[in-house]
C-alpha cells in the first residue's frame, strides 16, 4: 500500500506511515511518499484544493510500477481522492472496481457558519441541516479493475457513522470548518452528525507543542461526547494521528482515528477483491 501525504512534511510522513505499518502489520507492507510541492500544512480550502492536483500525480506515480496493491490519502479533506479514483480505476466515483462510492463534495466555503465563541480552550460550530440520510456503511462494487482507493476522511467518517451511531469531530482548523460540514452532508450523514468541536490555537502552534496539542484535542473530544451527546469522535486530520492513539486511553467516548479507519477500509476491501464478494459493512 502506497500512502500518499498531501503535504509537503516528511516528517508528517513518516509518522503516517508509521501508523499505517502498525495498523496493517507485515501482511500489507507500507511505503509513504510525499506531495513533490505545497504547504507543510493543509489549514485552509484554498491549500486543500492546491494539493489535489499534487495528490494525483502522486498517486500515479505510485502505480506506475504496477506493485501497488492500494492507495490511501493521508489527508482529512480528502484532496484529489474523486480524480485519483478516476484516473486509477477508469470509473469515477461511482463505486465499481472495488472502491467506495462517494456522492462528491457537496455545498461550498462559507456554506455553513460558526456559531459558537471559544469556551474552555474549544470552539462549537454549526451543523448542516440537509443532505440525503444513508446507512453510513462502505461499499464498494464487484471487484473488477484498478486498485482501492481510501481517503482517510471519508472512512473514518464512515466508520463512526456505522449503525447510525452519532458522532462528532474535534479537529484543530477551523478555516476549514465549511468543508467537513460539507464532507458530512456529502457522505449523506448529517442526520447522525452531532457537530464540530475545534481546538483553540493556531493549527501550526499546537503542531509544534504535542502536550498542548493532546490537551486541547482531549477538550474537544469530551465536549463532543459530554455537551454534544456524541458516541463516537472522530479526530479530523492526519497530521494528528499521534495525538488520535494517545486519545484512545484518555476519553470514554470512542475516539475513531483516521489513518487507521482508512486501513481497515483497505484491508476489506482487498479481502472482497480475493474471495469476489462486495464490501458492506
Do not use: K, Q
Request: with cysteine; aromatic share 2%.
Amino acid at each position: 500500500m502506497v500512502l500518499i501525504n498531501p503535504n509537503s512534511s516528511t516528517a508528517t510522513t513518516a509518522m503516517m506511515t508509521a501508523i499505517a505499518r502498525r495498523t496493517l502489520g507485515p501482511a500489507l507492507p507500507v511505503r509513504g511518499v510525499t506531495v513533490a510541492r505545497g504547504p507543510r500544512m493543509l489549514t485552509d480550502p484554498e491549500a486543500l484544493r492546491a494539493a489535489a492536483p499534487e495528490v494525483l500525480a502522486a498517486g500515479l506515480r505510485a502505480t506506475a510500477g504496477g506493485d501497488c496493491a492500494a492507495l490511501l490519502v493521508a489527508a482529512f479533506g480528502d484532496p484529489g481522492l474523486t480524480a485519483l479514483r478516476a484516473a486509477t480505476t477508469g470509473a469515477g466515483a461511482s463505486g465499481a472496481s472495488g472502491v467506495y462510492g462517494v456522492h462528491g463534495l457537496a455545498g461550498a466555503s462559507g456554506a455553513y457558519g460558526a456559531t459558537g465563541t471559544p469556551a474552555s480552550g474549544i470552539r462549537e460550530v454549526g451543523i448542516p441541516t440537509s443532505g440525503t440520510p444513508t446507512s453510513g456503511t462502505l461499499t464498494s462494487g464487484a471487484p473488477t479493475s484498478g486498485i482501492p482507493v481510501v481517503g482517510i476522511g471519508e472512512a473514518a467518517l464512515l466508520e463512526a457513522a456505522a449503525g447510525g451511531t452519532p458522532f462528532g469531530i474535534a479537529t484543530t482548523t477551523p478555516l476549514l470548518a465549511d468543508a467537513i460540514h460539507a464532507r458530512v452532508n456529502a457522505l449523506g450523514l448529517a442526520d447522525r452528525y452531532t457537530g464540530l468541536r475545534l481546538t483553540a490555537g493556531a493549527p501550526e502552534r499546537l503542531s509544534a507543542d504535542p502536550e498542548l496539542l493532546l490537551d486541547r484535542l482531549e477538550r474537544a473530544v469530551r465536549a463532543c461526547a459530554e455537551r454534544d451527546g456524541a458516541r463516537a469522535v472522530v479526530i479530523g486530520g492526519g497530521p494528528l494521528g499521534e495525538a488520535a492513539e494517545a486519545l484512545h486511553a484518555r476519553c470514554a467516548v470512542r475516539v475513531v482515528a483516521p489513518i487507521p479507519a482508512a486501513c481497515r477500509a483497505i484491508t476489506r476491501l482487498l479481502t472482497d477483491r480475493r474471495t469476489g464478494g462486495p464490501t458492506v459493512r
